[in-house]
């Protein structure tokens, strides 16, 4: 739900009933105001709104132009309060008592923590699992990789993966039945079920389990037990996967530029674990998925399928095969520039050898928008001098606070390794006694960057150091405004 209420002349009046709004309606998730005149007293009263404990939205688009330092760190301190990463609310479990928030307890292994309260049933809708509980249990959720477990012991030819692997933890009998999901098109029945197996990995190898019941979109499982675990196909032969029609999902990007918008798109089976690491890989260059329709009929893996669209768009490249990569994997994508949309552009996708169209969508001005207001623009365009004080880079700009204040330089370097550092200036930073002088180390090298290497190492710093980077940047952004004037 995405009200947009973008230039309809709303003013810090209007707040108070907004705040309201927020306060009342737990279904709200995200609000967009820009192209209005709220102001910062506006901004203060909507601030209301969202410490109260019934809101639920999770991005607001302001237009911040002209909000003092006190509603800026205001409107920090409000994500100081979420020390760890939920995933969007249309994530949350669903349950007896309604939306169950979902938590990120360990981004670098996706690893997330629900509490279920009371027994029953609960649902997570954009992932497919489904848990029946006894009673009131805490479950851990880690997304894992086939790569890491399938690998030369087992036969990978005798298999299909036909879901996302997870690695569940919970209180032995404490869950009744697990839905785990799988993207195999069941209608028409061209599949043979008793082809499905879950697949347990466990320290003597991986285990086979027998299932209770195929469902058009999960395997059901009663009183589980719980490993590594996952859905896999039994192949005859190599050549039937071919024959397996799969549930799959277009995905579409875009990143605005002052001359163009790029769009990246991609097309992969209905796997959430795999379009939750193209998500995560986009999100770090500021681009913003926009939500089209599925395909219109079942693919096929190692089919081809061949991207176009009106106004003679070239596509690089405009060839994709639709196969299966792990999370984690480099994905095939097209990708294509537009420098202006017009009245639309419509996009299509064609199966290269049936010549028959699999999806098409229409691509307006009016879907593009920029991502949410609370996170610092990002660099990768080379400022103007209208736009700040001079054409200094961010991390140029800011080199003696960085130096100061930065003190998660391993992660940083992590981030850097293999892209601008060598293996013998990595280990040069590292060698250093304190991380001042590991930063000083750093920004020696950084004489032979080029523009975007530096942005590689703002993204690397503001994600080690979020509050930090965004203090930086106001402060930037209030100098700019100050000479400006």
Known sequence: MLPRLVSCGLTSRCCQVLASVLSDTPTLMELDLQQNDVGSRGVILLCKGLKH??????????????????????????????PTEPLRSDDHFWGPTGPVATRMIDQDKNLYRVHFPVAGSYHWPNIGLHFTVRGAVTIEIEFCTWSKFLDKSVSQHNWMVAGPLFDIKAEPGAVVVVHLPHFVDLQGDHVDISTFQVAHFKDEGMLLEKLTRVEPSSIVLEEPSFSPMGVLLR??????LRFIPIISTVLLYHHPDPKEVTFHLYLIPSDCSIQKAIDDEEKKFQFVRLHKPPPVAPLYMGSRYIVSGSKNLEMIPEELEHCYRNPGESQLFSEFYIDHLGSGIRLEMKDKKE????????????????????????LRASPSRAAVPDTLHFVDRYREQLVARVTLVDPVLDKLHGHMLSEGQYESVRAEATKPDKMRKLFSFSRSWDWACKNRFYQALREAHPYFTVELWEKWGSMGNQEAS
């Open 53 to 82: 404990p019934r809101c639920q939205l999770k991005l607001l688009w302001l237009d911040q132009n002209h909000l003092n330092k006190a509603v800026s760190v205001e409107l920090r301190d409000l994500k100081k309060d979420q």
């Open 235 to 240: 192949m005859i032969h190599a050549a039937a």
């Open 355 to 378: 010549e028959i169209v699999v999806w098409k969508a229409l691509l307006k001005q009016g879907d593009l928008r920029p991502t949410a207001t609370l996170v610092p623009p990002d």
